[in-house]
T-cell receptor
């Protein structure tokens, strides 16, 4: 059973470009969480999705960031018009259910904005 | 919102020592997570526990729900245990996690 997969593992963008980060949850998992780890800072919750639904996006910046988890395919975190402050490691985690279920983390995507 | 505090922030010990990392949180929870982040950056979920104690190899995690406190212990520590250890509790959004700042552990040979 493959673990949580994220791609790309490293992404370099210039200011103003778009970044698309993909997360394939573990087989059988329908709950996906995105977290961001800024340099020298701890992990912060961004958004929680179930298939085709955004359940909670209270941690997402109000502008330029969006997330989706379609019926088919991976979850995507999209950052439009990236700025240097978006440089960070972005982790997704998946779980079988919500609440008391263990979350399994992907390897992360390291985004560098030049 | 749950506030998660860890101590110590940094810990350097000699190989073989018994290690304890502490975590406290402000709001009652259903379960607490302990994670390990290696220098390469990947995150591994070590434990999720809601009461009592769990053991996996040389790692032991305990939680006291009444006192809102958890500890992670490492017995017979080894240099390969060097990593950042993070505790996390529900409170970051609907079932998203809120994280402590992490404990940077270095085990010297």
């Amino acid at each position: 059973n493959a673990g949580v997969m994220q791609n790309p593992r490293h992404l370099v963008r210039r200011r103003g470009q778009e970044a698309r980060l993909r997360c394939s949850p573990m087989k059988g998992h329908s709950h996906v969480y995105w977290y961001r780890q800024l340099p020298e800072e701890g992990l912060k919750f961004m958004v929680y999705l179930q298939k085709e639904n955004i359940i909670d996006e209270s941690g997402m910046p109000k502008e330029r960031f969006s997330a989706e988890f379609p019926k088919e395919g991976p979850s995507i975190l999209r950052i439009q018009q990236v700025v240097r402050g978006d440089s960070a490691a972005y982790f997704c985690a998946s779980s079988w259910g919500r609440g008391r279920e263990t979350q399994y983390f992907g390897p992360g995507t390291r985004l560098l904005v030049l | 919102k749950n506030e998660v505090e860890q101590s110590p922030q940094n810990l350097t010990a000699q190989e073989g020592e018994f290690i304890t990392i502490n975590c406290s949180y402000s709001v009652g929870i259903s379960a607490l997570h302990w994670l390990q982040q290696h220098p390469g950056g990947g995150i591994v979920s070590l434990f999720m526990l809601s009461s009592g104690k769990k053991k996996h190899g040389r790692l032991i995690a305990t939680i006291n729900i009444q006192e809102k406190h958890s500890s992670l212990h490492i017995t017979a520590s080894h240099p390969r245990d060097s990593a950042v250890y993070i505790c996390a509790a529900p409170g970051g959004g609907a079932d998203g996690l809120t994280f402590g700042k992490g404990t940077h552990l270095i085990i010297q040979p």
